[in-house]
């Protein structure tokens, strides 16, 4: 999505992931959430508990812990 030029903030990046979560693409919401990161767009409280929610419903406890640990590093805890 940011490579392809299209402006876009928290509440759409939200929305996004969301979708993808309760789709079961837990996979790519991870990658797209990598994407939002790497873009140096901040990222809120909301958007981490999306995707630690995904992890963990999914079983991968360890990513889900490395994410929060991530946030800590984020300033976002």
């Known amino acids: 999505m940011v490579?392809?030029?299209?402006k876009t903030n928290c509440v759409i990046f939200s929305s996004i992931l969301q979708c993808m979560r309760e789709m079961g693409m837990v996979s790519e919401a991870v990658d797209q959430f990598k994407?939002?990161?790497d873009s140096g767009i901040f990222l809120?409280?909301?958007?981490y508990?999306?995707?630690?929610d995904a992890l963990c419903k999914l079983g991968k406890l360890e990513e889900a812990v490395e994410l929060l640990n991530e946030m800590e590093?984020?300033?976002c805890l």
């Open 44 to 47: 809120d409280k909301v958007l």
């Open 49 to 52: 508990n999306i995707v630690v």
């Open 73 to 75: 590093v984020d300033a």
């Open 35 to 37: 994407e939002f990161r």
């Open 3 to 6: 490579s392809n030029g299209i």
